[in-house]
């Protein structure tokens, strides 16, 4: 069922009352993609700014109720008469996930990729992917199996030795030179490139570099600001940023041109377990805008986290890319449930925990114990019969429908 504008609104306007500085972003979103008049945007901007640099508790309280009621006013003016129109666009957008989406939201195709490092005995390999707008596409696996590379050869940044690649939004006819493919890919990498200036100048430098001029760029230099939450740091140069507020800026000059092709490398790998989620759920929403929609490929050794944003999963392992699909459909034709707990007990002894309980194997990953069942035996029963035994789990996840069991796949 499509989520109706009235409804979001409302979804906001809770937050904003609970969490402000996180409602007002969301809210950045909501009129970018459903106010009647562009102004309502501008609107938003200015209070969320006012939020940001306001020390007065009253003066937030005065902004809070603001944004609460710019939030209905929105959605009151909004014209339920096209409401139907995104609803269309939102159900091509959850397509796209199975492969069914129109032929002018994909974003990006490779077909059998080969790239060879004839001195270390290394070879990349992908026999095909698609990436289409509306969707993120999670990529992990083990170290040293060539995502790095991947993310280069996708991005323009380096070279095949075979296969093909075509960019169809951009390059429908394949005419363009890599140049000015480049120009239109967004890459992030797991090491960012140093700056020089300050904060605010280098993303109006960007936004012009890709043709934003005038009240133009400045328009949208104010909304990623406020998107990713720099207000604070714009005449901030390298030397003043945290690792976590580089990612954001990275992002953020990324994001400033609208770029519907972003590729990220490792992007929680700088962050705190707080922000991870937050630049997450910032990608999520932006990803999924109904009127500037990206695709999104991120690599990333966070397993779950990136399973809870992503629409499907790629493996790698020994530069074979395997697609896993879509991120709802794994495990579903698994041949057994695993779980993983934390315990204090020793092997013995929660072998001997075990004797009586259906199970197939137990093992340890180094941290914690891999429990694997029959498909009928469920988390809540394993942990009911611990319990009755009088075990203290101290940390317990279901791996059954998890992209983490490929790597476990010796064991099981």
């Not at 791996?399 to 069991?405: D, F, I, Y």
């Amino acid at each position: 069922m499509i989520e109706s504008v009235q409804h979001r609104a409302d979804a906001i306007r809770q937050v904003i009352r609970e969490h402000p500085e996180r409602g007002a972003g969301l809210l950045v979103d909501f009129a970018r993609q459903f106010a009647a008049s562009l102004e309502r945007e501008d609107e938003v901007i200015l209070l969320k700014i006012q939020l940001t640099e306001s020390e007065s508790q009253g003066e937030k309280r005065r902004i809070i109720k603001q944004l609460d009621a710019l939030a209905a006013q929105i959605a009151a003016e909004y014209d339920p008469a096209t409401q139907q129109a995104f609803a269309a666009k939102e159900n091509a957008l959850a397509q796209a996930v199975s492969h069914q989406s129109a032929p002018n939201d994909l974003v990006l195709r490779a077909k059998n990729i080969v790239k060879r490092y004839p001195s270390s005995g290394f070879t990349l390999q992908l026999d095909k992917l698609e990436l289409h707008l509306g969707q993120i596409t999670g990529l992990v696996g083990e170290n040293a199996t060539g995502k790095t590379t991947l993310l280069r050869i996708l991005a323009g940044e380096l070279a095949a030795d075979s296969g093909t690649l075509e960019y169809p939004m951009f390059d429908p006819e394949g005419r363009c030179s890599w140049p000015q493919l480049r120009q239109k890919i967004a890459y992030v990498p797991q090491d960012l490139p140093r700056w020089h200036g300050s904060l605010r100048d280098n993303l109006h430098y960007e936004a012009a570099l890709h043709g934003l001029r005038g009240a133009a760029n400045r328009k949208a230099v104010d909304y990623i600001v406020q998107r990713m939450g720099l207000g604070l740091h714009l005449q901030n140069d390298w030397m003043e940023l945290s690792g976590g507020y580089k990612l954001r800026f990275s992002l953020a000059k990324a994001l400033v041109w609208q770029a519907q092709l972003l590729i990220i490398d490792e992007p929680l790998a700088f962050l705190d377990v707080k922000t991870q989620f937050v630049v997450l759920n910032d990608l999520r929403n932006l990803t999924k805008s109904l009127r500037r929609p990206m695709a999104v490929l991120i690599s990333s050794q966070h397993l779950h986290e990136t399973e809870a944003v992503a629409d499907q999963m790629l493996f790698m392992r020994g530069g074979r890319l395997e697609n896993l699909g879509a991120t709802s459909s794994l495990g579903v034709h698994r041949k057994q449930n695993v779980y993983e707990l934390g315990c204090s007990l020793r092997f013995t002894e929660l072998q001997q925990a075990l004797e009586n309980f259906p199970h197939h194997r137990v093992w340890n990953n180094g941290l914690n114990w891999i429990v694997t069942t029959p498909l009928s035996i469920t988390g809540h029963s394993l942990l009911q019969h611990l319990d009755g035994q009088g075990i203290a789990v101290l940390y317990f996840r279901d791996l059954s429908h998890s992209v983490k069991t490929k790597f476990y796949e010796d064991d099981l």
